[in-house]
């Protein structure tokens, strides 16, 4: 059983987890409900937790989708797509975060297809999402895993790391969440020793999943000796899914990326057949720089997956896909929130249907 208190605090906020409820038939419970259904889900494999994200979600890129999909939608009418409004749609994909790359492609796609047949302003929408999603799913299908889950039988490790301030700790929190709910002994290790704070932080959110944290709260203590330690009592409590919090900055001059080396190779030098995943924070609403970020983690630190947080309330959603199409990595999770409950396995058609919502 897990116990999630109701009443919480996290650096000294008080929050509350509200139970979904099953919400009322507006706009938002009956889009969710048919994009779950669209993917073949009956209406008894439908669990309130879906609707609620999907909820979530597509507000979440409201943002996104004001500066994009409306003024597509006015742009577009009910006339058949033109090659001007391919420029239009062109500024407006850029305008989202998209990135150029991708942009390029779906706009030289939308081209040809023009070229030999008149498309409708609805199958002209049809048509982005399908490019989109293609983009999105790259990487996803050459890493031969549609879906990240722990292996059983296995000690399974995930570093979540990024520059600070991205959310690492806080999606560390949710994934626990997740994990411990569906049923994988988990871990945590608190490899982040540059923040006083970041070790209470945690101890927080592993409370609110059962989930235990492992620690040394001595000063300047060395983040590859936290994870020696937890990799030691993770071989001893037969963990699934041990998940590891790095530092966006450190004390020294060391360097990020050597860090994160050090620990990688203690992880191989003790549990070589361990399964390991970097996973690489990316906070939505810096757009751009978010990805200049993921370039030079990627070039350095041997990433095989991308989380997007902070997808609520960011005009810059689009990002996601730059990061599939230029940094060549499987989004893996996505946060639209706080909550503990507000980080689910990225499935590309739920995020480009939200995306691109007409409402
Ligand atoms: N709105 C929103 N806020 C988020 C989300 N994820 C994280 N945050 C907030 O972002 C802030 C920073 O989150 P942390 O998890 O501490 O970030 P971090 O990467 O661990 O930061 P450092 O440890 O300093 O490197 C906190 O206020 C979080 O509540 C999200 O999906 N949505
Ligand atoms: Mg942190």
Redesign the pocket.
Known sequence: MINIPSKEN??GQSKTIAEPELGEFDDNFTWSAMVLAAQGKKINQISIDEIDWLTKLRR?LEETRKGFVTELLDKLGDDPLTPESLDDLETLLIRADVGIDSTDKVISSLRTKLNEEVVGAEAGIKFLKKELKLIIDKPIKNSGSDLLVPQKGKLNVWL?V?????????????LAYLSSKSNYKTLIAAA?T??AA?VE?LKVWGDRSNVDVISNQSKNADPAAVVFDAINSAKKRNVDLLLV?????LQTKNNLMDELAKIKKIIDKKVPDAIVESLL?L???QGQNGLKQAKSFAKSADLSGAII?????TSRGGVSLAVSEEVNLPIRF?????GIK??RPFNSYEFVEAMLADK
């Open positions: 996290i650096a979440g979540l990024g520059v600070n301030g991205v959310g690492k700790t806080t999606t560390l929190g949710k982040d540059f923040r970041a932080q919090d790095t530092a966006g900055r924070v906070d939505a609403s947080t902070k997808l609520d309330g996505i946060g639209a929130g706080e507000d980080l």
